[in-house]
Structures are given as C-alpha cells and as structure tokens.
C-alpha cells in the first residue's frame, strides 16, 4: 500500500524536521536572523520537493490514493488551523509555564507540526476505509 | 454507480493484485471499486473497458439501468 508508506516517510520527515528545528533554536538562540530565515526556507522548500517526489515518483500514487491524500489535506488544515489558534491564544500561559518566550519559536516548527498532523490525520482515514469500509 | 468487475474479474480467473498490475493501480483501488466504494475516473473506466473487451456501458451503469 503506496499511500501508507507515503504517510510513513511524511512521520518521519516532519520528526526529523522537528529535531533539527530544535537543534537550531538550541545553537543558535531563540531569536531568528535573517541568514536564519534563509535556512528555513531551505529546508521547507525541500521538505516539499522530497515529499512531491516520493509521491510521484517513487511511490506513483494511482488517482484514488491521491484523492484520499488531498481529502486528508483538508481535514489537517483544519486541525492545523485550530491548534495554531490554541497555541497563539494561550501563548502566554505556555510562556510562564516553560520559561521561554513561545512567540520567537512557534512558527520553526509550523511546517513539521502540518507534516505530522497530516501524516497521522491520514493513517487514521486509512484505518477508518479498512474496518467501516 | 454499479459494476460487473468482480463478475469479469472472476469469469477471466485474474486475481485483484494481477488486475492492479494490468491497470497500474493499487489493489486496493480495485478491491474499493468491486465494493462499489469508489467510482474510477474516465481513463481508467476505458482501460477497464478495453481490458476486458467490452463497451464501458456493460462494465460500468446507474442503479436505474440495471
């Protein structure tokens, strides 16, 4: 099952996404600079060409598959959505909590964070088709 | 939308994985459209239809056809 493995590479691409993003916030502080702002758009920009890739190439999606991938689309947008809100409301609460300022290091791990959600949101539709048919 | 493909599929003795292979889909696309699941797009209805040397009207009808 192509679409299975998709969501596979999709989990660990946004960990690994999610430990590098860390590994930059830890080495070089919390605060972003523009050389910074250039890496990350580095590394978006190829997360996404990776994941194009692996989709049209090496796992050849047939159309129910790529329908089923973009359908789980809308559903993590969603949740994207929600949790990003959640986050932005009660940054504040978090901040005093953790001792950090949430508002200099949310958005590194906007894209990994979707990577996730759509991987898992995915795996569930997936699980979902099998047992309810 | 109805289908004969398992019907096809069986009169032929071709399993859902050779069936895949020959159409370049997934098994389970194909499992999804003999449970009636899943409508295939135009190009892969007339692939079916070809595959099996029939018009596409007799593999694939409405419920009011029938």
Not at chain 1, 41 to 55: D, E, G, M, P, Q
Not at chain 1, 57 to 82: H, M
Not at chain 2, 5 to 27: C, D, G, H, P, T
């Amino acid at each position: 099952m192509n679409l299975k493995n998709l969501y596979v590479k999709e989990l660990f691409l946004g960990f690994g996404l999610v430990i590098i993003e860390t590994l930059i916030a830890v080495f070089l502080g919390p605060e972003i600079s523009r050389l910074e702002h250039l890496f990350q758009i580095v590394i978006i920009f190829n997360a996404y060409t990776v994941l194009k890739i692996w989709r049209k190439k090496e796992l050849k999606l047939d159309e129910r598959e790529n329908i089923l991938f973009l359908q789980s689309g809308f559903v993590s947008v969603f949740i994207f959505i929600v949790i990003v809100v959640s986050v932005f409301l009660i940054q504040k609460e978090l901040s005093s909590e953790f001792d950090f300022s949430i508002k200099y290091i949310w958005g590194r791990f906007l894209l990994p964070c979707f990577l996730l959600i759509h991987a898992i949101t995915g795996y569930i539709q997936l699980k979902r088709d099998e047992f309810f048919g | 939308m109805k289908n004969k493909l398992r019907v096809l599929r069986a009169e032929r003795n071709i399993s859902q994985e050779e069936l895949a292979k020959m159409l370049n889909v997934s098994r389970q696309t194909i499992n999804a459209i003999e449970r009636e699941k899943y409508d295939p797009s135009l190009p892969l209805g007339l692939k079916i239809a070809k595959l099996f040397n029939k018009p596409v009207e007799e593999i694939f009808f409405t419920e009011d056809e029938r």
